[in-house]
């Protein structure tokens, strides 16, 4: 009885062991990973030691044994997601190209457009006062009257804005003469 | 003993700037011509003075001192002549030496004019100026000197000090570590003098301002003395940035020009003020606005100009460009510190004198259109200023460093670049005062006419990426808009003088030069515009090692790799070249000889693209020399980077739009002379 279970154990274990052979020489023949496929996503990471430095283009040693691990990683069939996620645990979040979207980093993507928009805020806000105020009578001295009566609109054809471009152009370079 | 006597000229220096600075206030207090005219003296003296310590250097960098750290550092007995040369600023010290050199020739032109007009701004120049001198004086004598020497001390170690420390002895190492290799290319040897005569030349509008501002002048006269100055600078400031895009095309061996790398934005900077100023002012010429703003525009300049040479020298941001890291970061954070909160304080001080009555009434006119080009490029600004802090926020708050990458950059400012392009077109077709939708709209159907013909086209041909047919529409509007305003301009003059096109053409552009050659610089902006979306947007890469006889194809291209030779030059630097054919559509188009050179002395190596530049496009192949290499097989890493050259050629049309816009007119002169 033992000796038969033994023997069944024994064929169990050759069954699956015979079973894994092609799965594994399927792996082995899998083609490395181009070099382009390998910058590809190195291009997506920054160098940890030589700060500014895309991952595809930095010539230290330390950079050539992370895009052969990146080739490896490749190989064994990892994600672009999980190969800079390795990356990221590693060396931390210095080697991505921009900080990722979590806690104080916010602070990156808000503040320009805030501050953005703000001044466009800020400007119209200003427009309109100064809009008012012109309506007022006018006390002050007049900078540029010639000019401003050469641009009145004045309604009807584009020739019409046209002869108003150009006795506005002569004016000027008379001014400059 | 040059040495020594190189370090006294410094000192003597220094001490003649801060008298400069004493005498002018004592003159301007004391109501006294006389100290005034001691303080201009003393100032003009600097720039004799500075020249002899950069011609002793200069000497001692040729005839190999490698007693001298920075001769050591810098210098090797195998670099040719000229390298020995521009090795003056291959280093820290040297280039604190360079930007102190223009800066007191730039003080000293300035003070050399004639100032009976405007007698009450000079002692401040000369205040603002000297000041200036002097704390990058102060820098080089305290910590970057160029001047110290090697030491040998009881304990057998080698210490770099300017007099002998207590029992050490001279040391002359046999020969120097040679010059950076990144630095031996003519894009690098010209672009650090271009970009730092940029950085100086905007000191001298400041000073202007701020001697306005002391005085309580609030007419528009500072800006007119200032105009040349301001337009000088300019021009030296964008040279500075595309000979420094050239070298990095050329040099870095990345396929690109532009890494967004924190110290080429710290260049960028100061060039996104310096523009809206010089957009600003035009308002305050024409109808007297924003004195305020432009006040502000200029304080910001001169504080990113001071800002960016902190970046670049103190070694606060590792970058590609930080060669050097020093003590130096908290001297230079002080500075600007105590220069701005001064300047901002004075412009609060003179607010309500710079209140002008503000009319405008339509959001059409030149002047609102000149406003939102100044939010535009303060909006530019704000995004690189954040971009290149906040990794030092984050360090300082998480104590995790982050990488504040090109992908921020592109997305934050391709709209604003784009909406910056597309005033370019509309506002030369507005009007100071009441432009209209109305009348702005008349103006614009003739070119968008051809404008829409282009874009319709581009897509037909096959362009679908969105962003490349807004971008190149924007192109072709202000292409056709610009060559509209040329054209109305002649059309009138031909009516009314009876003028042939071609000489009409010239009295118009030289009658109003200004105006004309502001619209060439528009044209090269578009042009270079033209290179930048070719390359962004259509770049296409590949890397791959091939044997002797196989091939890579890219772009319609084939790059056959033929053989690899390697061979020490002259100079000492071993160089491994490959050879390469390259063919299309099987037709022979040329060899390309990418390859690599090494310095044994430094132990660095240089990559040197091979590129083949047409106007469509180039072909730019690089020899991996990080990858293994052999005569057998090579890595090659091949780019093609469309419509690049226009990049360059726009550059080119610039200084000639410069040259139309800022050459003296001598009506104008003689008219200036009797006011």
């Known amino acids: 009885m033992k000796t038969r279970k033994i023997f069944l154990l024994t064929f169990y274990f050759f069954l699956f062991a015979a079973a894994l052979i092609p799965a594994v020489a399927v792996s082995a023949q899998q ?147 | 003993m040059l040495a020594q006597f190189g370090f006294g000229v410094f000192v003597l220096t220094f001490l003649l700037a801060l008298f400069s600075v004493g005498a002018a206030v004592v003159g301007y207090f004391d109501k006294s011509d006389r100290w005034v005219e001691t303080a201009r003296r003393a100032m003009l003296l600097t720039f004799p003075l500075i020249s002899l310590a950069v011609l002793t250097l200069a000497y001692l960098l040729v005839t190999g001192h490698f007693e001298l750290q920075y001769v050591y550092s810098v210098t090797s007995k195998d670099m040719p002549f000229y390298l020995k040369i521009t090795a003056l600023w291959g280093g820290q010290a040297g280039s604190l030496l360079l930007w102190l050199w223009l800066m007191s020739a730039f003080a000293s032109a300035v003070t050399l004019r004639k100032w009976e007009r405007d007698r009450e701004l000079l002692p401040w120049v000369i205040v603002v100026t000297s000041v200036t001198l002097a704390f990058f004086l102060s820098l080089t004598i305290f910590y970057e000197n160029p001047f110290t020497c090697w030491w040998q001390t009881t304990g057998s170690d080698f210490v770099a000090h300017m007099f002998a420390p207590a029992g050490a002895i001279p040391v002359t190492p046999a020969d120097g570590q040679g010059l950076n290799p990144l630095l031996r ?18 000191v001298i509008p400041y000073a202007f301002a701020i001697a306005a501002l002391i005085t309580g002048r609030s007419d528009d006269r500072w800006i007119r003395l200032t105009h040349r100055w301001t337009l000088v600078a300019w021009l030296f400031l964008s040279l500075g940035l595309v000979l420094g895009m050239r070298w990095a095309y050329d040099v870095l061996g990345w396929g690109g020009y532009w890494a967004w790398d924190p110290v080429e934005i710290s260049a960028l900077m100061p060039w996104l003020t310096g523009t809206a100023f010089l957009h600003s002012v035009m308002i305050q010429e024409k109808r007297g606005l924003f004195k305020q703003w432009n006040m502000l525009l200029i304080i910001l300049t001169y504080a990113l100009v001071i800002f960016g040479t902190f970046l670049t020298r103190s070694g606060v941001l590792s970058s590609v460009h930080a060669f050097a890291q020093s003590a130096i970061g908290p001297m230079f954070f002080a500075f600007i510190g105590v220069t701005f909160v001064t300047s901002v304080a004075l412009l609060i001080y003179r607010w309500n004198d710079l209140r002008t009555e503000v009319e405008m009434t339509s959001l059409f006119s030149r002047e609102a259109l000149f406003l939102l080009n100044n939010l535009l490029f303060m909006g530019i600004l704000i995004v690189c200023f954040w ?27 391709g709209p604003l670049f784009g909406a910056l392009m597309a ?19 008349r103006a614009l159907w ?33 292409i056709f808009v610009t060559l509209f305003e040329f054209w109305r301009g002649v059309r009138s003059r031909q009516k009314k003088q009876n003028e042939n096109f071609l000489i009409a053409l010239w009295q118009l552009a030289r009658h109003n030069r200004r105006r004309y050659g502001g619209y060439l610089i528009h044209l090269s902006m578009v042009v270079m515009a033209i290179g930048i979306l070719g390359i962004e947007l259509y770049q296409t890469t590949t890397q791959k090692t091939l044997a002797v006889g196989e091939d890579i194809q890219i772009a319609g291209y084939t790059i056959r790799y033929d053989s690899l030779a390697q061979f020490p030059y002259t100079d000492g630097r071993i160089v491994t070249r490959a050879a390469l054919s390259i063919f299309r559509s099987g037709k022979f188009l040329g060899n390309l000889y990418p390859r690599y050179d090494y310095y044994p002395t430094s132990r660095q190596p240089m990559t040197i693209a091979g590129v083949r530049s047409t106007l469509a496009d180039d072909l730019y192949v690089v020899l991996v020399n990080w990858e293994n290499v052999s005569a057998s097989q090579a890595p090659f890493k091949v ?30 002169e003689k008219r200036k002379e009797k006011i």
């Open chain 1, 31 to 177: 083609p490395t990973p181009s070099d382009d496929e390998v910058n590809a996503i190195a291009r997506q990471l920054y160098c940890p030691v030589c700060e500014n430095t895309p991952l595809d283009v930095c010539p230290t040693t330390a950079c050539h044994q992370w895009r052969e691990l990146i080739r490896q990683m490749l190989a064994e069939g990892k994600s672009e997601a999980e190969i800079k996620q390795y990356f990221v645990d590693y060396y931390g979040a210095r080697v991505l190209s921009e900080p990722p979207r979590t806690g104080i980093n916010w602070l990156v993507y808000v503040v320009p457009p805030v501050a953005f928009l703000a001044g466009i805020y800020l400007l119209f806000r200003a427009f309109l006062t100064w809009k008012r105020l012109a309506k007022e009578p006018i006390t002050g001295a007049d900078h540029s009257s010639a000019l401003r009566s050469g641009t009145e609109p004045a309604e009807g054809s584009g020739i019409a804005a046209d002869d108003e471009y150009i006795a506005r152009l002569e004016e000027e370079l008379k001014k400059r003469k």
């Open chain 2, 423 to 441: 005033l370019m077109g509309i506002a030369p077709l507005s009007a100071w005062g009441r432009s209209t939708y109305k009348t702005l709209g």
């Open chain 2, 387 to 413: 971009g290149v802090i906040f990794p030092l926020i984050s360090e300082l708050v998480t104590g995790q460093k982050v990488t504040v990458g090109p992908p921020f950059y592109l997305r934050a400012n």
């Open chain 2, 446 to 478: 003739k070119p968008s006419i051809p404008t829409v013909i282009v874009t319709l086209v581009l897509a037909i041909l096959g362009v679908h990426n969105w962003i490349a047919l807004v971008g190149f529409t924007l192109v072709a509007f202000v």
């Open chain 2, 185 to 202: 290319h003519p894009g690098m040897i010209i672009h650090p003098p271009t970009l730092y005569l940029g950085f100086v030349a905007f």
């Open chain 2, 639 to 668: 780019y093609h980077n469309p419509l690049v050259n226009w990049l360059w050629i726009g550059s080119l049309m610039f200084i000639f739009g410069f040259l139309v816009a800022a050459w003296p007119e001598r009506d104008e």
